[in-house]
């Protein structure tokens, strides 16, 4: 896979949810265009009710656009059935939310397994990964700590091993940090970029702040529906 | 309540009318089944003093046969009713036989004492001048019947009426329609009766009206076969006699709406976790602690209110079939009953709903109260009430456990109540299904951590987590199925030693290969049959029996002349006897019901009133019977002869000799019966085990509708803490989703966490069933009929069990799990 070519790219996205009610209709995505390359760091702003987690929710193949198409990898999400799409995911794509990321029933190495285990890897060849991954993450001691026991950065940083494991063309962030305090949120941001880095693939990364924006490549606003490259990103 | 507050309720629960509905749903199907039985128990009860009015009339007392002989003749009865002359009085005739096919009883008396005796009953329609009256009803064939019957048989005065009974028909016809009272009852003059009775000569008894102070005078001029009788008691015995049967299917009832309870209990709880952030913003605000409470308590009394409406709808649709069900059992077991009409007694309705209110309310009490504890600033999601389910669920189980086995060692000492004895079997249950929540999450935890172990399936793994992690839901609803499901396993296990004791029973009990007796019931055979058909090569042994009403020391009671069984034969079942011969001379048997009831013991006394006066017994043995809750005296046939000239048999137990020809006595007894004149009936015993079992089974085919219905509601349970889950977990699910868990693997995620609660709910069924089954035989029956049995444990009740808990379990998760595989993550992980 050449790093020019784009990882991600979605075009001309529309999506229009119905009114409470019944009638009418609510356009929030309408004619949405993104193309990121492998290695790239693209961060969303935008108000709140903008449609940033409608976006992200279609670039992971979690709900369907009413127009236009997703490309993760070069494959087009559209022309995937339902058990097709899933696996997708489960191989291709990595997401972390804002908060409540974690299944409460799974310990955080089993957390963090879970998308090698829903794969079918075995639990012997994925045993060395998460350890290594619990290294680098800083839990160290915590593996088999059940969610409700972390704090709520450990937490996210469990979400982000979990996004990472399997090593995903495609990850995605909704408020990753958005939960925890300012020094928190920015340790657990540092965690993310490192291994961003190091695993090398294409993040999308929303939020609300210009300083989390700050560790992206690209700074995109999302407004009345349609994305636009954040001019005052670029004059920083 | 704020209208604000109530407006909010109401809006919550329009937002998840599948948990109103099951709160409504559980409360109704519990109130159901309490009504339905009680409708069923309240209109064979009214039938039951229905019948006894009408055949007893304003007859304050009655001269009748003390025990042997055929009715009083003719003469002996003109002499008495002449003695008589100051108080109304009529000879009767009684004779029970099927009129168009259906089931009536003859009625006949002397129509002109009737008014005296019967009131306004005789008034009939077409209305004769008194005079043509007497000729209409004197004429042969004449009879008269209740209004209603008339219409549903559809004949009219003046119809030709077919009668059959002991294999005979007889023509007669409807001479008027009585206005109003009599159902059930073919009313004639007494002559026409003895004809159609086919009993020339003879009368059943004399009904009289007394004055209170006149009984002891006319008793004491009654010949030594004759007795003088207050028929008072005779519906009270009738109710006596069906009571125990009647509170066994209201116990059972109670349990389905017990059942009811753990499903408000477990959809009230899924509202206030739901609400929990609504509720801490009402704290906020200033809503008080109890204010909060009242909110949760109010919904639940109102949803309950519904569920009881809909449940006396629902019960007695349901009742109908269950009226009949419940009034064949007792014509079966204990006389013929026919309930044309349904009565539910309004206190019956009470009760019902208000045990469904209390029901409830103590079901929602815990809710309510977390709902109470809610605080301000309470986090969004199910922990609170999780955590605390940790805390409590070990607690609760010790709890349980202790009155479970105090329940238990208390039906250790000997008692005789039988309320008491339903108390403590309830202590013992509900004792023992408090320990279930933690059992629950003891096997579940169990389970993942050697799924972990074994690296097994993840779906194994994640749902046996979920098990444990919410036992604050799915604890519960294994609770209410282990209920549901072992008391049917209990059932089964009384049932099933029930029917291999009665099995067991008729072995001993069935002496002979062939039995003769005649169709008209207390009749004698003809003298002399035993000697004509002893005479013959094919018999081994010839027993007779007369079984006759009798008055001991105590009351009334029947006795059961016979001989004793022939020396190599088995003979009754003896459970308790004096040394020696308990046949010998001086010596009487009691069956089991009779010793429990009187409390008596081999070697105690009995005194029994004889044509030669008062005579004391000893008590030689106990047999086993079950063909009588009240009891039954035997006495050997040569001892009393001793004391009653004519005794006459009603029954001879022929066994054949080893080369016997069964064919050939059949062929002796038609002659014998040409000869005579009379019809006699020559059964197999084989006939007799049959029919008895089949009576059994109908017995019992009640118990089976309850048990299913119990089931029934339990599954309502289960479904519903499984949707709650499902909802509770809907994020979790989403996110399995989000993450790459297939549609297929997160329903069968699903379907797994049923099939835990189930399987495991179940499994402590069968102990708790067995523990039931062992309290209802050896407390519960020995109580209420005196009976005792042998612990039978059927492997397929043991085996269906489980698998009864683990279908009903797996059918309710599909619903939740089939939504849950169908919901779109992105809905999901929004979290609306
Ligand atoms: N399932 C849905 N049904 C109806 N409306 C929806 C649905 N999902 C989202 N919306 C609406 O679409 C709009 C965009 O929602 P979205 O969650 O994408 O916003 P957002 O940019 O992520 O906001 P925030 O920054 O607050 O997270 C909102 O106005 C929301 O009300
Ligand atoms: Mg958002």
Redesign the pocket.
Known sequence: MSDTSPQLCAHDLYRH?REAGGHGE?R?LEGVALSARAGECVALL?R???????LLNLLAGIDRPDRGWVEVAGTRLSTLGEPALTRLRRRRIGFIYQSFNLIDELTVAENIALPLALDGVRARDARPRIAAMLERLGLGGRANAFPDQLSGGEQQRVAIGRALIHEPALILADEPTGNLDADTGARVLELLAALFREHGRTLVLVTHSRAVAAIADRVLTLERGRLRADDTALSW | MSPILIHLGLRQLSRQPWQAGLTVLGIALGVAVVVAVGLANDSARRAITLSVEQLDGRASHRIEPRGAGEGITDATAARLLQRLGPYPATAVIEQPLRLEGEGFTLLGIDLLQADALRGAALATTPRPDPARLVTLLTEPGALLLGATDARRLGVAPGDRLRLRHGGQLYQAHLAGVLDQGLEGIALADLATAQTLAARPGRVDRIDLVLPPEAGAEIAATLPPELQLRATAGRGAALHEMTRAFRINLLAMSLIALLVGGFIVYSTQTFAVVRRRPQLGMLRALGATRARVAALILVETLGLALIGAVLGIGLGLLAGQGLVQLVARTIDDLYFRLEVTRLALDPETLLLGVAMALLVALGAALAPALEAAAVTPREAMRAQGLERRAHGWAGPLAGLGGVIALGGWLATLVPGTSLAQGFALLLLVVLGSVLCVPALLRVTATALAEVGTRLAAPLALVLAARAVAGSVARTGIAAAALTLAVATSVGIGVMIESFRHSVIDWLDHTLEGELYVTTDTRDAVLPAGLDDALGATGDLASVIRARRMAVTTGTGEATLLVRDRPAPDATGPMLLAQLDGDPWAAGRILVSEPYAHHHRLAPGDHIELATPVGWRRFNLGAIFRDYGSDRGLLMLDYREAHAYWDEIGFGSLALSLTPDGDPQRVRERVRTLAEAHDRTLLLTASGEIRTLTLEIFDRTFAITEVLRLLALAVAFVGVLSALLALQLERRRTHALLRATGMSRRSLTLTLLTQGSILGLTAGLLAIPLGLVMGELLIRIINVRAFGWSMALQIPASALLSGPLLAWGAALFAALPPALRAGREPPA?GL?GD
Do not use: A, E, I, L
């Open positions: 949810y609510r929030v935008g709140s009710g903008s449609g940033k987690s409608t | 809905r929004r």
